[in-house]
């Protein structure tokens, strides 16, 4: 009797294991002291890894292979989010306030799931492969950024990939595609000032509630009717403070917004776009204004050859009924600092079920993962090693 031998299969209790921990026991952005010790604890367990600590709360795991090949970067992301879990499973977050709600406790138990693969088959591998957990992917500047900048992580590094779940996919499918992956996340930060007085009284005032109005639905001429409807633009105004009470037109109204874009050109020109929106409802009504623009991480753009491997990869690996063309998303993702330095690309494995409840939108309290999704990952990042490392 012959028995097919399939080492992820055999991973799967800790692969749940592993993932469940780190969901237990979430930590935020540069503060990834207790989820980085574990990691290295992991890792230190596996034979043949040189294990260390690039920054203070990431962890690296370099695999050299036994045959000449490439040097790839697989990247999985550690840090949680301020957010109090509303989960009622025995594995819910044991911190006030912080939880795992966008996947990356999956992301963790992947690489791990990845790097005890590899270490148990050293002599198969080509090349280097290097595996990093990266810390504050949810805080810009972001912990790629970081290490990008002040390690020399990328040096030497011919290939990049990584992963992240994805609720609105169901599990186990992956969603790959060369080009536009992920947006540049910039944003604004606008007081108007006004004149306050009686609410009884506004011709006396300059109401900045009301200028701050015009404003948000003015900002939305500039997505409509000053941009091609291809160049995708996203300009959301997500804060508006003002006032203290019911019948006092206060001085000043705060407003903030996230600003998305993919084309290089069009993200430079933004700004002006907005301030002239509004330098032009502001002067009209006679209130001034203090406009702050940030840039945040740039675009993911993937590699058109690194994708279509990993489409290859999908579906020998995954199988083609499991495998989609991605959709881009106006999300940002600091995976965009490594593809900077070389080629890559960035994929989604899906992780959302009914079975297990596990739709809800990423960075909701209620957030949860399929962890069938985890095998998905281990399979993907496994294969790819093993692919990406060939020499040529
Ligand atoms: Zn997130
Ligand atoms: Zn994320």
Known sequence: MTQTVDPVADLRDQLVAW?????MNPEVGFEEHETAAYIEAELRRMRGLEVSRPTATSVLAV??????????????????????????FEFRSQKPGKMHACGHDGHTAILLGVARLLSAQREAVPGEV?????????????????????????????????????????????????GAFMAAPDSLHLTIRGKGGHG????????????????????QHVVSRHVA????????????????TH???PDTAVLQGTVRTFDPE????????????????????????????????????????????LREIAVETVGPEQYQDAQPTMGGE???????????????????????DSRWPHHHPRFTIDEVSLETGVRMLHAAALRLTQPG
């Open 19 to 23: 993932r469940r921990h780190l969901h």
């Open 63 to 88: 695999l050299k292979g036994a045959q000449p090949g490439r040097t790839l970067l697989l990247r999985a992301d550690i840090d949680a989010l301020p957010i109090e879990e509303e989960n009622t």
């Open 130 to 178: 290097r595996m990093i957990f990266q810390h504050a992917e949810e805080i810009g500047p972001g912990g790629a950024e970081e290490l990008v900048m002040k390690t020399d992580l990328m040096n030497g590094v011919d290939v990049v990939t990584g992963l992240h779940l994805n609720s609105q996919l169901p599990a186990g499918v992956v969603a790959v595609k060369p």
């Open 200 to 219: 009884a009284h506004p011709e006396q005032t300059v109401d900045p509630i009301a200028v701050g109005a015009q404003v948000v639905t003015n900002l």
């Open 229 to 244: 409807a291809l160049d995708a633009l996203v300009v959301s105004i997500t804060y508006f403070q003002s006032g203290t």
């Open 247 to 249: 019948n006092v037109i």
């Open 266 to 309: 069009l993200r430079q020109r933004a700004p002006q776009l907005i301030e002239r929106v509004i330098k032009g409802v502001c002067e009209a009504h006679g209130a001034t204004y203090e406009l702050g623009y940030e840039f945040g991480y740039r675009p993911v753009i993937n590699t058109a050859w690194v994708a279509e491997r």
């Open 334 to 356: 600091d995976f965009s600092a490594y593809l900077e330095k070389a080629p890559g690309a960035y994929f989604n494995v899906g992780s959302g079920s009914d079975a297990e």
